[in-house]
């Protein structure tokens, strides 16, 4: 009989329960043992949750306490050497100490899980690396479950994946660990079977991307050594098409295959040939799980139907794309959606019910579920026929845009002596990426604004108070490049999106960013565009607290449409034109006003790359002049300024290039500057300010760690062109530490200067 299925579910809970318990456990203010009871009370929760909504297939080990990468491993044993005087200690003092650094040791790199707005930490690997199973976290989520009455199936992250998401200190590939690891896999997936389990899902999502020849001999090992032991497999890929790979994939010994049929929908009928005489199961992930519209069930409906004509009931399982983790909790605890909009949409649990409608639609016919096939048509035809969503004028200016809209009027060096004349700067400018802290107080005065309890005067004039501080801390410990703080922001892209039109919000619409750190994304249901000014009275209030140059803040257009939960009935890069020209405007704006810098900030643009080859050119086309196409129409001496971070640059360096943004800032510091090292080898031409301090991290760097990174990055930047700022923005942390990390920036760059000199 067909099943449904899950591939996984959001750890944080629907009022974000985890992030309290977690951030309050961080602060001593909540003992461990609450901690931990907070964990398992939200897991049984949600597998409770599955099974009331008919799913039959639910997994286990799919929660987290901070990332599924980390837990991965912790419990193969892959622990950096800098933290083994924690391993004979509290497991979860060692485990935090990973993702979170310590006063002796920095935290483990994180970067973004393939192409999502997911970070995870990546595993480090040294010559000679030993595995051996050091948490049995899978074993005994399973049992946990199992004492409710609940037999799941275990997710564990595939040893390909793993390994090739892994990072090696040392001139080795990470790949070349594979023998090593194997063993320990098998114990793991022996113990899964010895105590029942009957199914596991292995996530292997390398295998959507271009394979190197090592990694398809190294998935030929894995499963070969891991079938016999285990209990049956299914192996789980998602994110794009298996393309070339899925002969290899059909060829393995599993007993079950998923595949993305909403990224990937033209896979599916070479899948179906493949599989049509094997006797693998084919799970169809159908529900998008990365986006938060309702599923057109007729649509998904007639893979179902077509999938059970030519592979049968019983080899057949119906599923969301991926692991839920992406969308919202729960589209019910929304309040501030109107009717309309909210029927167009699903959250994690909407989605479960629509893998269930499907799935017994193919059980007991249509008629069984003709209720909610009715609904999502009706749906389906309000959003396609709906005036909000389509804007004559808005499309019309996006069509209208030349090439000569997307061009500065100089060349870089030309402008940077403009530039340089303007603002007057020393050697080596320190400067921060956009927000400081966002303190308690700040946190109550804007839920009192929202209540009614603070009027906007009032709160203006606070906020006019927290700036004009900031502005004075700034200036008091000396940097060259002041930013006005971001107090009236609530988020980088939602703050923004609150003013542009096509855009709506949610209350509870939160998903998992990293660790504790959530985001509510916005979302684009309609034609983009800027009705008024949206940061000009802030910025310029800002400059004129000071002598010293002001940045102006923007979030660029790629990384609000990569951000955001974005329509689907048009191309992205459509919406994308449609943000860049309302960021055009809101940048000429400021340039009219007098701020003579201005940051557009696009920490997404590498996350938003295709992750086929093949794919990447038109990808990037479009993004590129979606930037340039906001910045491009300043003057020579306006300084364009962007921030990207957590993200391998080595492949889009071109790209990066093109931008033609003034001063590029990046993240650096958790690799220990290795992610300059692709600046250098490409010799970018304009300025560059890597990342001296890790700010996801609660500890201060000392002066002599920021100038160890600020010498390996001399080796790579010219020294007229190197700028010196923390890796991100600072709206997590508190402000002693902040106070703390930028005096010892301060000095780092007043010591280079003496070098220099």
Not at 709 to 726: G, Q
Request: hydrophobic share 45%.
């Amino acid at each position: 009989m067909t099943l449904s299925a899950n591939l996984g579910f959001p750890r944080i809970g629907a009022h974000r329960e985890l992030k309290a318990a977690l951030e309050s456990f961080w602060k001593g203010a909540l003992p461990k043992s609450d901690l931990l009871a907070s964990a398992r009370e939200l897991r049984a929760r949600h597998w409770h949750l599955q099974k009331e909504a008919g799913i039959e297939i639910i997994p286990s080990n799919d929660f987290t306490l901070y990332d599924h990468v980390l837990d991965t491993a912790i419990a193969l044993g892959a622990i950096p050497e800098r933290f083994a005087y924690l391993r004979d200690g509290d497991p979860l003092d060692l485990y935090f100490a990973c993702a979170r650094g310590t006063d002796a040791a920095p935290a483990m790199e994180m970067t973004k899980w393939f192409d999502t707005n997911y970070h995870y930490i990546v595993p480090e690997f040294t010559p000679g690396q030993r595995f051996a199973l050091s948490s049995a976290k899978i074993i005994d989520d399973y049992r946990e479950a199992k004492a409710l009455g609940i037999d799941t199936r275990p997710v564990l992250l595939g040893p390909v994946t793993f390994l090739s998401l892994g990072k090696a200190k040392g001139d080795f590939s990470p790949l070349d660990l594979i023998d090593d690891v194997l063993p320990v896999y098998a114990e793991i997936l022996a113990t899964l079977r010895a105590i029942g389990a009957d199914w596991v899902q292995i996530d292997e999502p390398v295998f959507v991307l271009d394979l190197t020849e090592k990694q398809k001999s190294a998935l030929t090992l894995t499963y070969e050594t891991l079938a016999p032991v285990a209990p049956k497999i299914m192996l789980a890929t998602y994110f794009g098409a298996l393309g070339d790979n899925l002969d290899l994939a059909a060829a393995l010994p599993v007993s079950g295959l998923h595949v993305d049929l909403v990224r990937a929908p033209l896979q599916f009928e070479p899948v179906l040939a493949r599989l049509r005489e094997s006797a693998i199961t084919l799970s169809l992930g159908v529900i998008d799980g990365r986006n938060v519209w309702r599923a057109d069930l007729d649509h998904k409906f007639t893979f179902v139907r077509r999938a059970w004509d030519l592979i049968g009931p019983d080899r057949l399982q119906v599923a969301p794309s991926c692991s839920l983790l992406h969308t919202p909790f729960d589209l019910e605890h929304e309040t501030a959606l109107d009717a309309d909009l909210k029927s167009w949409l699903a959250f994690s649990k909407q989605k479960l019910a629509e893998v269930q409608a499907l799935t017994l639609a193919i059980q007991r016919g249509e008629g069984a579920v003709r209720e909610a096939f009715a609904a999502s048509k009706q749906a389906l035809a309000d959003r396609t026929s709906s005036p909000r969503a389509h804007d004559g004028a808005v499309r019309g200016r996006a069509q209208g845009v030349t090439p000569d809209h997307l061009a500065r009027k100089s060349p870089f060096p030309a402008r940077a002596k403009i530039q340089a004349e303007r603002f007057g700067l020393p050697a080596f400018p320190t400067t921060t990426i956009g927000s400081f802290p966002q303190t308690s107080d700040l946190r109550q005065a804007r839920a009192a604004r929202k209540r009614g309890d603070l009027d906007e005067a009032a709160y203006v004039a606070f906020l006019k108070d927290k700036t004009t501080e900031c502005v004075a801390i700034q200036e008091e410990l000396g940097l060259d490049v002041l930013v006005h703080g971001e107090f009236e922001r609530n988020d980088m892209v939602e703050y923004f999106g609150e003013q542009l039109d096509g855009f709506a919000f949610t209350k509870n619409g939160w998903v998992q960013s990293y660790g504790s750190r959530c985001v509510k994304p916005p979302v684009i249901y309609g034609d983009v565009a800027r009705p008024r000014p949206m940061t000009v009275e802030w910025s310029a209030y800002a400059q004129s607290l000071t002598q010293r140059p002001m940045k102006g803040m923007l979030t660029g257009p790629v990384t609000i449409l990569q951000w955001s939960f974005v329509r689907d009935d048009q191309p992205r890069s459509d919406t994308c034109r449609q943000i860049a020209l309302a960021i055009r405007d809101e940048v000429l704006d400021l340039e009219r006003a007098g701020v003579g810098m201005i940051q557009i900030d696009e920490p997404a643009l590498r996350e938003g790359l295709p992750l086929r080859r093949a794919e990447r050119a038109g990808y990037l086309d479009w993004a590129i002049d979606c930037f340039r196409l906001s910045a491009a129409g300043v003057g020579d001496a306006t300084q364009i300024h962007t921030h990207m971070c957590y993200a391998e640059f080595n492949d889009i360096m071109d790209a990066i290039a093109a931008l033609d943004a003034d001063v590029i800032s990046i993240e650096t510091s958790r690799s220990d500057m290795d992610l300059l090292e692709a600046f250098g080898t490409f010799r970018y031409p304009n300025a560059i300010g890597p990342g001296v301090w890790d700010i996801h991290s609660p500890r201060v760097p000392a002066k002599a760690e920021m100038l160890n990174l600020l010498e390996k990055a001399l080796e790579t930047v010219p020294a007229d062109r190197l700028w010196i700022n923390p890796d991100c923005g600072l709206k997590t942390r508190d402000w002693p530490e902040t106070k703390a990390a930028l005096f010892q920036l301060t000095e780092a760059a007043a010591h280079l200067r003496r070098i220099d000199l």
